[in-house]
């Protein structure tokens, strides 16, 4: 008997790098093989030398196709066994191990848009819908769009064993909202990368597409987002910490933005709960910050900061790594360990 190992990777294109996966027959018990691909084909090599290597990182049950069949989480390498220039799972390794004693922990919030026939589920076709207000974790079918969709990639995403802990309806029609987490560094950028895999796998069932566009509608239409949740040890036992790793963040502010998704300009334009992308702040309870303290840890004097910064399109092991590498830094030379 044998089984089926879909292998996914991340591709070289710019300035948003898309996924990209092929299926490979194993035997039953056998172990994830290094694999190789045409990466003349993925913006990753030319014809002349287009060999690229597949290297698993992480694998869970596939249950699209059930049974003994596994999802391939791979990192690209040179065939020198080095990391290709695309590869930024590589950047991040060594940094959540610097720091790995300060255990970091993240949630992610992915915002993604369902979009049918070139515009958005839910637009009119010519027009638009009515403005922004009522879809927000709405109910009804005049205010949710991809109900089912949203759902089947739910289930799709427990059945693998992936740490989904919610979704929602988002504020314009046709967008949600999926997180990840809380997770390490690591885990959290492999699985919300198979998590992203398996929304458009689930939604092509449908005949849906579903973009990642930080800004998918021009006007006065809420961007999409990946806000990032992000804690220390340190920060989970006391407030002082969270202070410290807000002040660290506006120190490399223009650092992190550069990190944080192409086109990014278009969607922190200081309107639609967003702080200005040339501006930083943070606030508790304040959704036009760039760095949200929720008000529970004010009043527990302990807890988590919020990032409202990257994109829906960023890259998770970048802005893990920048935010790993820039508060745990800062808490360490503060002595919050």
């Known amino acids: 008997m044998s089984y089926k190992a879909e292998y996914i990777w991340i591709d070289g294109t710019e300035p948003t790098a898309r996924l990209r996966s092929k299926t490979k027959i194993l035997p039953d018990g056998a172990d994830l093989p290094i694999w190789g691909f045409d990466g003349s084909s993925t913006n990753q090599a030319e014809g002349r030398a287009s060999d690229c290597v597949l290297k698993p990182v992480f694998s869970c049950p596939d249950p699209i196709r059930g049974g003994d069949n596994k999802l391939v989480m791979c990192e690209v390498l040179l065939t020198d066994m080095t990391p290709h220039p695309s590869n930024t799972r590589s950047a991040l390794v060594p940094v959540a191990g610097k720091f790995g004693a300060q255990e970091p922990l993240f949630g992610i919030e992915q915002e993604y848009t369902f979009f049918q026939n070139d515009r958005p589920l839910g637009f009119p076709a010519g027009g638009f819908p009515a403005p922004q207000g009522f879809y927000y974790c709405g109910v009804g079918a005049d205010e949710v769009f991809g109900r089912e969709i949203v759902e089947a990639h739910l289930d799709a995403c427990l059945a693998a064993g992936l740490s ?111 702080a200005p992308w040339s501006e930083f702040s943070y606030g508790v309870s304040n959704r036009g910050a760039s760095v949200r303290i929720p008000w529970q840890a004010e009043v527990d004097k302990k807890g988590y900061l919020e990032d409202r910064r990257p994109n829906a399109n960023c890259d998770p092991y970048t802005v893990t790594r920048l935010i790993v590498d820039t508060c745990c830094e800062a808490l360490e030379k503060a002595g919050h360990v």
């Open 164 to 274: 989904i802990s919610g979704i929602n309806a988002e504020v314009m029609p046709g967008q949600w909202e999926f997180q990840v987490g809380p997770l390490s560094p690591l885990d959290v950028a492999d699985q919300l990368w198979v998590a992203r895999w398996l929304l458009y796998r689930v939604a092509e069932e449908y005949g849906i597409a579903a973009t990642l566009d930080p800004k998918p509608v021009k006007g006065d239409w809420n961007g999409a987002g990946a806000h990032t949740n992000f804690s220390t040890k340190a920060m989970r036992e006391s407030y002082e910490p969270i202070i410290t790793a807000c002040e660290a963040l506006g120190e490399k502010a223009q650092e992190h933005i550069k990190g944080y998704g192409a086109e990014i300009e278009h969607r922190l334009t200081g309107l639609h709960e967003t």
